[in-house]
C-alpha cells in the first residue's frame, strides 16, 4: 500500500487536478513509443489525418476516443501498439486560407511567384498546422508523438510522387479534355464526392430559337440562361411527332446569331418542356456526351472564376455569372423571344470547399484509370479480408466500386504534390519521372498538384518510413473513420494497399455515428447547437466525455448529443472516485496483506469474484466484435451495481465487525480487485484510473496502468451456486427497501422482518439484517402474514414486515385513496385524449409517444397503490 495519508482525500473527484498532470508524465516518460520488436506482435493504428486548418470537434472526440479504447486495450493485452498520428495539407482548404490571410494584408497571389506562395503556405502550416493535437492531448490520446507524419514530409511527398510516375508507366494514368466539376472560387478542379446538392427555388425560362429560313420557332426551356451563349445544337427525341418534320433542320441562336442544327437522341425526354432541349456541350454533363455522340462544337464561355470569356459577344464578356444570366433574359425579352417563365425548384451541385454552385466546366486534366485497380480492392472486401463494421457499409461500397469512374486527381492549386510532369518546350514531348529532365532548361513543369486524395490514398503504407517499419507494421489492424468519406478515403486507400504493396492496408473499419443534437439535427456552428469540446473537457473532464460519447453511441446508429450527457461520465466517473476513497480511507486503519488476499472468502466474495470473471469474459467478447457501445455498457454494469453498489456494501459489515485479520483479508481482497477493475476501466477512462493506480500502492519512476497486463478470463473462479446466493439476498433486500419506500418508513427506523422460506443461511441473513436495518429477523417454512403488514414475493421467498408502530395505518390508507383517486382521475384524462382521432393524427409523434407513457405508466401505479392498500386494510 501507499504511505500516504488519504485522509484529506476530497470527496468528488475534480479532473482539472488530475488530467494535465497525467498526460505529461506520459509524454515525458514516453510511454506511448513503439519500435520494431519481432519478438512481439504489433498492433497498428494509423489516425485519420486532421487538416492542417483543423480545430477539434465533437465527431473528432467519438473517432479519436474509440481508436484510443483499442489502442490503449491491445498495448494492455502485451500487443505492441503503435498509433501513428499525423495532419494532412488539404490542398483547397489550405489554400483558400492562405490566399484570404494574404488578402488581408494587401497581398494577391496572383502578384507572387509560385515559391513565395508556398512559403507563406509552410508559415501557415507552422503556426496553425497540427492545433488539433494540441487539443487532442486535452482528450488523452496514446499516440506514438515520436511518429508524427505530414502529408507534405520529404519522405511521404516522394512516394506520392513515385505512386504517379508508377501508374503513369503502367498506363493507369492520362491526359485529357473531360468535363469536370469547376469551383471557381479554388479555379480547381474538384471530384464527384466534394460536391453536395442542395434544393434550390429559382426559375425555368422557356425560350424562342428561331428556325433559319423561317417565320417559326423552336420553344426550349433552361434553368441556366447564361450558357445559352454557349449552346452549338437543340435536342429532341426520335420519337416525339412534333418535330418529325423539323429533324435536320438549322436554328439562329439568338443573341449571339450562330447557327446550330436540331438532331434527335434517345436522351430527351419528350414529357419535359416542350420536348426539345438547348445543348450546351462545354457547360454540361449530358450535354458533353450528346455533344461527343453529334460531333457538336464544344464553346466554353467562362473563365476559371466563371466571368464571361471572350467567346461571347463583346457587350457580354467580363460578367459574373448571374449578371451574365440577368443580362441574357433582359435581352431575350427586348428581342420577344421570351415565351414564358415558370417556378422551378432544382437540385443544384455545390463545392464543399467553396460552398458556391459548381460550374460543369471542360477542361484539360490529369486522369487515374479506376476500373482494373477497383477489381482487387473490392474483392478484398467482398471476401472478407477487409471487414466493415457496421457491415451494413459493404452494399454501399460494392455499389460505388461496380459504378466507379475515372478519377480526376489534377487540381489547378500551388500547395500540395505537384505532377512530376515536364514538357519540352519545342517538342512538347512528355517526361514524367520523380526527378526533373537532365536537361531541365528545356522543360517546363506542369502546374497542376494532386488531388488531396491522391495523397492520403497511400497513408497506411508510406507513414512508416523504412521497408523494415513498413514489414513489420503493415497491414494495419484497425481504421476508424467516418462514412462520409468511404468513397474519397477509405475506398482509395484499400485500392492503393492492393496495387503498391499487394496487400490490404487494414484488417478493420470501424464507421463512427453521425453526431446530432437531441432534434436529430446535424452539429454545426450556424444551428449553435455544437458544443466545444474543450469547454466539455473543461466542465466536465475529458475522462467524462469519453465515457458519455461511448455509453450514447450503438454502433450503426446516430448519436444523439447534448452537453448534459456528460453527466453519465461526471457520475460514472465520481462512483469510483468515491469506491477508491472508501477502500483507501479503510486502509488508513486497517493492515493491507497481500498474502491474505484468498483467505476468509465467503459467498459474496466468491460472487464478486465470478462476476469479475464472467465481465472480462463478456466485455472482451464485445470489443472484439466491435460493440464497444455494449462493452462499456457492460463495465458500467459491473462497476456500478456489483463492484460499487453491493460488494462495497457487503464489505462494511466485516470491515466494522470481524477480527483483524478477517478485515485485513478483506480490505486487501477489495483494494486487489479494485486495482485489476481500473485496468478494465483504463482504455475508456485513462485519467481517474492512472491516478487512483498510483494512489493504491507506491510506483516506481515511469510505472503506469496503461502499460500493465489487461485482465484475462480463465473461468477458474466462476461459481454459479455463489451468484445464486447473492442473487437471493439481493432481491430479498431490494423488495424490502421498495416497501420502506412506498409506506414512507425512514430510513433510519428499524423494522422487524418475517422471511417464509428455507435453507437461508446464516451468513445470508446476517447481510440482509446488516442493508435493510433490521432489529428483528423472523426466519420460518411456515411463518403466516401478521395482519396490517406489507408484504413481497421474491423467487423462493414471502417476505413480510409488520406496520404496527411503525407506520399510522389509518393516515397512510387515507393518503394512498387520495393519490388512488387524483391517478385515476388523470388517468382517464390520458385515455381520453388518445381517443380522439383528431389528436392521435395532428399531435406530434413525440407528444403522442409522451402521453402513452404516462398512460402505462399511471396503469401500473394504479395496480401497486391498490395492492399496498389491500396489505394495510
Known amino acids: 500500500m501507499s504511505s500516504k495519508n488519504f485522509s484529506d482525500i476530497p470527496k468528488t473527484y475534480n479532473a482539472k487536478d488530475v488530467e494535465d498532470k497525467w498526460y505529461q508524465y506520459w ?47 491491445k498495448r494492455m493485452c502485451g500487443y505492441n501498439a503503435c498509433w501513428v498520428p499525423g495532419i494532412d495539407h488539404a490542398s483547397i482548404a489550405t489554400e483558400a486560407k492562405v490566399v484570404a490571410m494574404l488578402k488581408e494584408k494587401g497581398i494577391s497571389k496572383d502578384n507572387i511567384s509560385r515559391e513565395e506562395f508556398l512559403h507563406y503556405c509552410y508559415e501557415w502550416k507552422e503556426k496553425y498546422g ?19 507524419r505530414f502529408t507534405m514530409d520529404d519522405h511521404y511527398y516522394k512516394k506520392v510522387v513515385d505512386a504517379f510516375v508508377k501508374l503513369y508507366n503502367e498506363g493507369l494514368i492520362y491526359r485529357g479534355y473531360r468535363m469536370v466539376n469547376w469551383d471557381p472560387v479554388s479555379k480547381s478542379a474538384i471530384s464527384d464526392e466534394e460536391v453536395f446538392y442542395k434544393e434550390v427555388k429559382g426559375k425555368l425560362w422557356h425560350f424562342k430559337y428561331p428556325i433559319k429560313d423561317s417565320t417559326d420557332f423552336i420553344i426550349v426551356a433552361t434553368t441556366r440562361p447564361e450558357t445559352m451563349l454557349g449552346d452549338t445544337g437543340i435536342a429532341v427525341n426520335p420519337e416525339d411527332e412534333r418535330y418529325k418534320n423539323l429533324f435536320g433542320k438549322t436554328l439562329i441562336l439568338p443573341i449571339v446569331g450562330r447557327e446550330i442544327p436540331l438532331f434527335t437522341d434517345n436522351y430527351v425526354d419528350k414529357e419535359f418542356g416542350s420536348g426539345a432541349v438547348k445543348v450546351t456541350p462545354a457547360h454540361d454533363v449530358n450535354d458533353y456526351e450528346m455533344g461527343l455522340r453529334h460531333n457538336l462544337e464544344m464553346v466554353n464561355i467562362f473563365n476559371e472564376d466563371a466571368t464571361s470569356n471572350g467567346n461571347v459577344p463583346k457587350e457580354f464578356q467580363n460578367l459574373d455569372r448571374y449578371d ?17 417563365v415558370e417556378e422551378y425548384t432544382n437540385n443544384v451541385g455545390y463545392s464543399q470547399r467553396g460552398n458556391v454552385p459548381i460550374e460543369p466546366y471542360l477542361s484539360e486534366q490529369w486522369f487515374m484509370k479506376m476500373e482494373e485497380l477497383a477489381k482487387p480492392a473490392l474483392q478484398s472486401v467482398l471476401d472478407g479480408k477487409v471487414s466493415f463494421y457496421p457491415e451494413h457499409w459493404v452494399k454501399t461500397y460494392e455499389h460505388w466500386m461496380t459504378n466507379i469512374r475515372d478519377w480526376c486527381i489534377s487540381r489547378q492549386l500551388w500547395w500540395g504534390h505537384r505532377i512530376p510532369v515536364w514538357y519540352h518546350k519545342e517538342t512538347q514531348k512528355i517526361y514524367c519521372n520523380s526527378e526533373p529532365p537532365s536537361d531541365v532548361q528545356n522543360w517546363y513543369r506542369d502546374d497542376d498538384v494532386l488531388d488531396t486524395w491522391a495523397s492520403s490514398w497511400l497513408w497506411a503504407q508510406d507513414v512508416f518510413i523504412n521497408d523494415k517499419e513498413q514489414a513489420y507494421y503493415y497491414p494495419t ?37 453521425t453526431v446530432r443534437d437531441t432534434q436529430g439535427r446535424k452539429m454545426s456552428k450556424s444551428l449553435g447547437n455544437s458544443p466545444d469540446p474543450l469547454d466539455l473537457i473543461d466542465e466536465y473532464g475529458a475522462d467524462a466525455l469519453r465515457f458519455s460519447m461511448i455509453y450514447i453511441a450503438p454502433l450503426g446508429q446516430d448519436v444523439l448529443f447534448s452537453s448534459d450527457k456528460c453527466e453519465i461520465g461526471r457520475n460514472f466517473a465520481n462512483k469510483i472516485w468515491n469506491a477508491g476513497r472508501f477502500l483507501l480511507m479503510n486502509a488508513q486503519n486497517i493492515n493491507v496483506n497481500r498474502d491474505l488476499v484468498d483467505s476468509h472468502l465467503d459467498f459474496t466474495d466468491r460472487w464478486i469474484l465470478s462476476r469479475f470473471e464472467k465481465t472480462i469474459k463478456e466485455f472482451t467478447e464485445a470489443i472484439s466484435d466491435y460493440e464497444i457501445n455494449n462493452a462499456v455498457k457492460i463495465l458500467y454494469s459491473y462497476v456500478w451495481n456489483d463492484f460499487c453498489d453491493w460488494y462495497i456494501e457487503f464489505s462494511k459489515y466485516r470491515l466494522y465487525n470481524s477480527s483483524s485479520e478477517v478485515k485485513s483479508a478483506v480490505i486487501s481482497r477489495a483494494i486487489s480487485l479494485f486495482e485489476e477493475m481500473l485496468k478494465l476501466v483504463h482504455p475508456f477512462m485513462p485519467f481517474i484510473t492512472e491516478e487512483i493506480w498510483h494512489l493504491l500502492n507506491e510506483r516506481n519512476i515511469g510505472e503506469s496502468i496503461s502499460t500493465q497486463e489487461f485482465p484475462k478470463f480463465y473461468g477458474i473462479v466462476v461459481d454459479e451456486v455463489a451468484e445464486l446466493n447473492v442473487e437471493f439476498v439481493q432481491n430479498i433486500i431490494t423488495a424490502i427497501r421498495n416497501i420502506r419506500g412506498e409506506m414512507n418508513i425512514p430510513p433510519s427506523r428499524a423494522i422487524s422482518v418475517i422471511l417464509k422460506a428455507e435453507n437461508i443461511t446464516d451468513e445470508q441473513s446476517i447481510y440482509i439484517k446488516s442493508l435493510v436495518r433490521i432489529d428483528e429477523l423472523i426466519i420460518s417454512s411456515d411463518a403466516q402474514k401478521p395482519k396490517g403488514s406489507a408484504s413481497a414475493v421474491v423467487k423462493g421467498c414471502d417476505i413480510f414486515i409488520p406496520l404496527e408502530g411503525i407506520i399510522d395505518v389509518e393516515i397512510e390508507r387515507t393518503r394512498i385513496e387520495k393519490e388512488i383517486i387524483r391517478i385515476s382521475g388523470s388517468l382517464e384524462g390520458v385515455k381520453k385524449k388518445l381517443s380522439q382521432e383528431g389528436f392521435v393524427a395532428k399531435a406530434p409523434t413525440e407528444v403522442i409517444e409522451r402521453e402513452r407513457t404516462k398512460l402505462q405508466d399511471w ?15
Open 27 to 73: 509524454y515525458d516518460h514516453n510511454l506511448y513509443h513503439s519500435e520494431v520488436d519481432e519478438t512481439r506482435e504489433p498492433y497498428t493504428i494509423v489516425i485519420p489525418p486532421p487538416n492542417i486548418t483543423g480545430i477539434l470537434h465533437i465527431g473528432h472526440i467519438l473517432n479519436n476516443t474509440i481508436q484510443d479504447i483499442y489502442i490503449r486495450y
Open 130 to 148: 497540427g492545433i488539433i493535437f494540441k487539443q487532442l492531448r486535452k482528450l488523452g490520446v496514446s499516440c506514438d508523438w515520436q511518429r508524427e
Open 324 to 340: 451574365l444570366r440577368f443580362k441574357v433574359v433582359a435581352r431575350m425579352e427586348e428581342l420577344g423571344l421570351v415565351d414564358k
Open 477 to 513: 489492424d484497425l481504421l476508424v473513420t467516418a462514412p462520409d468519406i468511404i468513397f474519397f478515403w477509405v475506398a482509395r486507400m484499400i485500392i492503393a494497399g492492393t496495387h503498391f504493396m499487394k496487400a490490404i492496408p487494414f484488417r478493420d473499419v470501424y464507421f463512427t455515428s
Open 859 to 873: 396503469e401500473k401505479a394504479l395496480v401497486k397503490l391498490n395492492e399496498i392498500l389491500a396489505d394495510i386494510s
